[in-house]
């Protein structure tokens, strides 16, 4: 590792980019928390909860993967504004690591990372808007139709092409319905979190400890469910992959990240005690859309189709956000010679890379009809802790090669919150292998046939140079 030419201070290097810095900070923090709120909290305990047994325990991994998720928004916070450009870790990686590691994560960004989380929110939004339809119009023409899964598959494509078109038009627009549906998301929660919170307690007999299973805890489930916990936080790093397109990164980046993540955790752990609160642990065991029955036991059928609907609008945001992020990837790789070029072409009107949204959209599809929603999570979510686990990394691997680079913004209490990020997703993917290992066997190869496609690009592409060169080229930031 060489230092940066300026010790002072870090500049941006000249690289040809048609992508304008038009974002505020609030899209950058709407962004953060659309992306997090979505799939995971509304389909995710049940899950866990049949997993791990111990109701305590389930409890104790949604806060432990709070302060997870917030230690690495603080030390994302860090490297986005070192290198405030679009496509997130594939940036960092490049810039401390070389062209291989920044490959792969691009490459399972592209087969995973944002296709599979909008296509698990397409499938549990139709669950959701058909239990809105079935306590009020069981006999409705779309009620039958979402009734099997080939309608709600049917519906989760739609709402795939629909935000597709919706965000390639061009980026203020789709950045203002994002904000929008963002807002209405946060009201709506907050909303069910008040009505529920006053209905429980206003219960002469309620007892919240009764509800909860006190089973001895599946160690051997522990894995599954930390895995299924740090999916429902994953988005913490949303507004990193727009960093090329947010005004005053600088400042921006760091507020929109940690309170993001701050805000969402906060709202997670009240939204779990109210799941337990109204329904037995045993009820909720291996279920998917637990929200909605924990609507219907606190405010019968008719107010709960209400928050139902309120649930399936919730979901059309994170849908929304990971559309929105996705293309950004794939572009910083293609415009580094580095992905299918035609990826990279900027619409001259829209000023979004159209191809990539388009690529982007398929991909979700195919998992719409090929997946369960709980093989996505399991695949996506073991793969997704490897690169953040690398990022972070290279923060201190930085730091300790480059002592003196001086970013807008520093981790605080260096260097224990990189650490807690680093141990805690050594030990995710441990016990999600344990766990699930041929779920994980699937994800690794999924990561490794990555490889050829690399080895393509190198010797095709970019033919004669060597890969010392190729990565001299595209550096965003030169290391002397």
């Given at each position: 590792?060489?230092?940066?030419?300026?010790?002072?201070?870090?500049?941006?290097?000249?690289?040809?980019?048609?992508?304008?810095?038009?974002?505020?900070?609030?899209?950058?923090?709407?962004?953060?928390?659309?992306?997090?709120?979505?799939?995971?909290?509304?389909?995710?305990?049940?899950?866990?909860?049949?997993?791990?047994?111990?109701?305590?325990?389930?409890?104790?991994?949604?806060?432990?993967?709070?302060?997870?998720?917030?230690?690495?928004?603080?030390?994302?916070?860090?490297?986005?504004?070192?290198?405030?450009?679009?496509?997130?870790?594939?940036?960092?990686?490049?810039?401390?690591?070389?062209?291989?590691?920044?490959?792969?994560?691009?490459?399972?960004?592209?087969?995973?990372?944002?296709?599979?989380?909008?296509?698990?929110?397409?499938?549990?939004?139709?669950?959701?808007?058909?239990?809105?339809?079935?306590?009020?119009?069981?006999?409705?023409?779309?009620?039958?139709?979402?009734?099997?899964?080939?309608?709600?598959?049917?519906?989760?494509?739609?709402?795939?092409?629909?935000?597709?078109?919706?965000?390639?038009?061009?980026?203020?627009?789709?950045?203002?319905?994002?904000?929008?549906?963002?807002?209405?998301?946060?009201?709506?929660?907050?909303?069910?979190?008040?009505?529920?919170?006053?209905?429980?307690?206003?219960?002469?007999?309620?007892?919240?400890?009764?509800?909860?299973?006190?089973?001895?805890?599946?160690?051997?489930?522990?894995?599954?469910?930390?895995?299924?916990?740090?999916?429902?936080?994953?988005?913490?790093?949303?507004?990193?992959?727009?960093?090329?397109?947010?005004?005053?990164?600088?400042?921006?980046?760091?507020?929109?990240?940690?309170?993001?993540?701050?805000?969402?955790?906060?709202?997670?752990?009240?939204?779990?005690?109210?799941?337990?609160?109204?329904?037995?642990?045993?009820?909720?065991?291996?279920?998917?859309?637990?929200?909605?029955i924990s609507a219907t036991n606190l405010f019968g059928n008719q107010?709960?189709?209400?928050?139902?609907?309120?649930?399936?609008?919730?979901?059309?945001?994170?849908?929304?956000?990971?559309?929105?992020?996705?293309?950004?990837?794939?572009?910083?790789?293609?415009?580094?010679?580095?992905?299918?070029?035609?990826?990279?072409?900027?619409?001259?009107?829209?000023?979004?890379?159209?191809?990539?949204?388009?690529?982007?959209?398929?991909?979700?599809?195919?998992?719409?009809?090929?997946?369960?929603?709980?093989?996505?999570?399991?695949?996506?979510?073991?793969?997704?802790?490897?690169?953040?686990?690398?990022?972070?990394?290279?923060?201190?691997?930085?730091?300790?090669?480059?002592?003196?680079?001086?970013?807008?913004?520093?981790?605080?209490?260096?260097?224990?919150?990189?650490?807690?990020?680093?141990?805690?997703?050594?030990?995710?993917?441990?016990?999600?292998?344990?766990?699930?290992?041929?779920?994980?066997?699937?994800?690794?190869?999924?990561?490794?046939?990555?490889?050829?496609?690399?080895?393509?690009?190198?010797?095709?592409?970019?033919?004669?140079?060597?890969?010392?060169?190729?990565?001299?080229?595209?550096?965003?930031?030169?290391?002397?």
């Open positions: 590792m060489k230092k940066i030419k300026n010790k002072n201070q870090t500049k941006e290097m000249n690289i040809s980019s048609s992508l304008k810095r038009e974002l505020g900070l609030w899209t950058a923090m709407f962004v953060v928390i659309a992306s997090m709120i979505g799939s995971g909290i509304f389909g995710n305990t049940g899950i866990i909860q049949l997993a791990v047994q111990n109701s305590y325990v389930v409890l104790l991994l949604w806060i432990v993967g709070g302060i997870v998720a917030i230690a690495g928004a603080l030390s994302y916070a860090e490297l986005s504004t070192l290198m405030p450009h679009a496509g997130g870790e594939y940036v960092y990686l490049k810039n401390i690591f070389g062209l291989l590691p920044s490959f792969l994560t691009g490459w399972v960004s592209f087969i995973v990372a944002f296709s599979a989380p909008a296509a698990s929110a397409g499938l549990l939004s139709s669950e959701y808007l058909y239990n809105a339809f079935l306590n009020t119009l069981p006999d409705f023409s779309f009620t039958i139709f979402l009734s099997n899964n080939y309608g709600k598959k049917i519906f989760a494509t739609f709402l795939i092409i629909l935000f597709t078109l919706i965000h390639i038009l061009e980026v203020k627009k789709g950045s203002i319905i994002q904000n929008f549906l963002t807002i209405l998301k946060v009201t709506l929660i907050i909303l069910f979190i008040i009505a529920s919170l006053t209905v429980i307690l206003q219960k002469p007999t309620f007892d919240f400890f009764s509800n909860l299973e006190v089973k001895p805890v599946n160690w051997s489930g522990m894995g599954l469910g930390l895995l299924f916990v740090m999916f429902a936080y994953s988005g913490w790093n949303g507004a990193t992959y727009l960093a090329e397109e947010i005004k005053n990164p600088e400042k921006n980046l760091p507020i929109a990240l940690i309170g993001g993540t701050l805000f969402v955790m906060f709202l997670y752990f009240l939204l779990n005690i109210i799941y337990y609160w109204s329904t037995p642990a045993s009820e909720l065991e291996g279920k998917e859309a637990i929200a909605a107010i709960s189709t209400f928050f139902n609907f309120g649930f399936f609008i919730i979901l059309l945001s994170t849908i929304s956000a990971t559309i929105m992020i996705g293309p950004r990837v794939y572009y910083a790789m293609a415009r580094d010679h580095l992905f299918f070029q035609f990826v990279a072409h900027i619409h001259p009107a829209f000023h979004t890379p159209i191809y990539s949204f388009l690529v982007q959209a398929i991909l979700a599809i195919l998992y719409i009809w090929s997946g369960t929603y709980e093989q996505i999570l399991t695949y996506m979510g073991f793969a997704l802790t490897i690169f953040p686990l690398l990022s972070v990394f290279g923060l201190m691997y930085l730091r300790y090669k480059n002592p003196h680079i001086k970013s807008p913004y520093r981790t605080p209490f260096y260097p224990l919150f990189p650490l807690i990020f680093i141990f805690a997703s050594i030990f995710n993917i441990i016990v999600s292998y344990i766990g699930r290992p041929v779920e994980c066997s699937i994800a690794i190869l999924a990561i490794i046939a990555g490889i050829p496609f690399y080895l393509f690009w190198i010797k095709i592409i970019h033919k004669d140079k060597s890969v010392r060169e190729i990565h001299k080229s595209i550096l965003n930031y030169p290391f002397e």
